[in-house]
């Protein structure tokens, strides 16, 4: 069976997570937090120390998009990403913008942001323009009506999930303002939309739960 490597925390691990729970495929969930398994040992299956990785019947792959392309291969019978090339290709052109031009540029603030550890004024300016100019981008390619591509749930309506409460919890903390909502993206009702999915649950659930543990550990 294949195993998924990560933890609930982690959001790229979640992405992978929802769509295995979203299509009914097997998986052994085997949790693994970056930081200690870095200092471990240095292992070929996620070389940087990242989540998540998967072991498959074939071997071991790292990093979420070529995972759940190997999901979309493994599963034709299950509509991961519809068949049509332009309709799939337009739910990538979504995830890859999200993940690379918003998610990737309000990761620097998460140390501060969530962390207590403190960034840089400069580093704070720098996001800041990025996400400010990005995001306006981003809103230009959506629709939210009510999913991020129109009236069907997509795989762009997973990464969104996962990644756009991030991004503005993370301008909040810094900066005082949701640039996601100032850009007229309402991912709460996105959140709340997606969140009736059994896998949705499922994936917030133990989000919550491992929050709840590490609370309790402090
Ligand atoms: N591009 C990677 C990003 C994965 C990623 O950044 N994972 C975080 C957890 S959300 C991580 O492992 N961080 C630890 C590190 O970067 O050392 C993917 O899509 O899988």
Not at 44 to 59: D, Q
Not at 84 to 101: G, N, V
Not at 119 to 133: A, N, Y
Not at 199 to 207: E, S
Request: net charge neutral; hydrophobic share 40%; glycine share 4%.
């Amino acid at each position: 069976m294949l195993k998924l490597y990560g933890f609930s925390l982690s959001n790229y691990h979640n992405k992978v997570k929802f769509v295995l729970l979203e299509h009914g495929i097997a998986f052994e969930e085997v949790c693994v937090v970056p930081i200690s398994y870095k200092d471990s040992v240095h292992d070929a299956r996620s070389p940087l120390g990242k989540v998540p990785f998967i072991e498959t019947e074939h071997g071991p792959l790292c990093e979420s998009t070529p995972i759940v392309e190997y999901l979309v291969a493994m599963h034709p019978d299950k509509p991961i990403l519809p068949a049509e090339p332009y309709a799939a290709a337009k739910q990538r052109e979504l995830i890859t913008f999200m993940e690379l031009h918003l998610e990737l540029v309000a990761r620097e603030l998460y140390p501060e942001a969530f962390f207590h550890t403190d960034i840089s004024d400069g580093t704070k300016q720098r996001v800041q323009r990025k996400l400010q100019r990005q995001l306006p981008a981003f809103k230009q390619l959506t629709r939210f009506a009510p999913y991020i591509a129109g009236d069907t749930f997509t795989l762009a309506d997973i990464a969104a999930f996962v990644h756009l409460p991030l991004v503005a919890q993370a301008s909040q903390a810094i900066y005082g303002t949701d640039y996601v909502l100032e850009a007229g993206i309402d991912w709460k009702a996105h959140v709340g939309q997606v969140g009736t999915r059994p896998a949705a649950q499922k994936v917030q659930a133990d989000r919550n739960a491992y929050i709840e543990a590490q609370r309790v550990r402090q």
